[in-house]
């Protein structure tokens, strides 16, 4: 039986079929998800190109995107059994691509992660010793309010803000209402606020 794994691994070739859409993705990653090792080919076809559209935009070094989408498709298979039937599949792979790319900077590869672009004012003075200081502080808060989030608020956060999706996709990557990101993600702001509070 072909496997997600070895279809991964064997060489592309031409299809004749129609070209899977986001519903046909979906539905094929809640059949995968359900143990039908032939959903994948669809699930590849739809999330594979945008992933690598993705991927490019965040990382400088372009040879680094296969790998990274494949250890994407990797976990996607790994955790396929935690995804919720009718659910969009694509929320579901940029996160799991986002942490792939959280992971690849703490390994020691952020100098090719295009994380933030700091557009630099010639004009404006260098900071001084205190306001590095301060800046060091005030992320340390942000960081350890970001740790001591829960998981549905930091993934609610993650989806809104780091990738930018609506709220009805948040939603419904999430499994939840509109209603529950916003609950979600109005506390995770209110932690980050009092995190900052002094600093």
Same mark, same amino acid.
């Given at each position: 039986m072909t496997t997600a794994l070895a279809f991964l691994e064997r060489p592309?070739? !031409? $299809?004749?079929?129609?070209?899977? /859409? /986001?519903?046909? !993705?979906?539905? !094929?990653?809640?059949? *995968?998800? $359900? +143990?039908?090792? /032939?959903?994948?080919?669809?699930? %590849?076809?739809?999330?594979?190109? $945008?992933?690598?559209? *993705?991927? $490019?935009?965040?990382?400088?070094?372009?040879? &680094?995107?296969?790998?990274?989408? #494949? #250890? =994407?498709?990797?976990?996607?298979?790994?955790?396929? %059994? =935690?995804?919720?039937? +009718? /659910?969009?599949?694509?929320?579901?792979?940029?996160?799991?691509?986002?942490? #792939?790319?959280?992971?690849? *900077?703490?390994?020691? &590869? +952020?100098? =090719?992660v295009n994380d933030v672009d700091f557009e630099v004012d010639q004009r404006a003075p260098y900071p001084c010793g205190e306001q590095l200081l301060a800046a060091k502080e005030a992320a340390r808060r942000v960081e350890r309010a970001l740790a001591a989030l829960s998981a549905p608020q930091r993934a609610a956060l993650e989806l809104v803000k780091g990738e930018g999706l609506s709220l009805v996709a948040a939603a419904a990557a999430l499994g939840t209402t509109v209603t529950g990101v916003k609950l979600r993600t109005h506390r995770a702001y209110a932690a980050l606020r009092l995190a900052l509070e002094g600093s």
């Open positions: 592309r070739v !031409a $299809r004749r079929r129609a070209p899977a /859409s /986001s519903r046909d !993705a979906d539905e !094929a990653m809640s059949r *995968y998800a $359900r +143990g039908d090792e /032939s959903a994948f080919a669809a699930i %590849h076809e739809h999330v594979a190109p $945008r992933l690598a559209a *993705y991927l $490019r935009r965040r990382v400088r070094e372009a040879a &680094l995107v296969p790998d990274l989408v #494949q #250890q =994407t498709f990797l976990h996607m298979h790994r955790a396929r %059994h =935690t995804f919720r039937a +009718g /659910s969009e599949v694509l929320p579901w792979a940029f996160a799991i691509a986002r942490r #792939q790319l959280v992971d690849a *900077y703490r390994a020691e &590869l +952020g100098p =090719t």
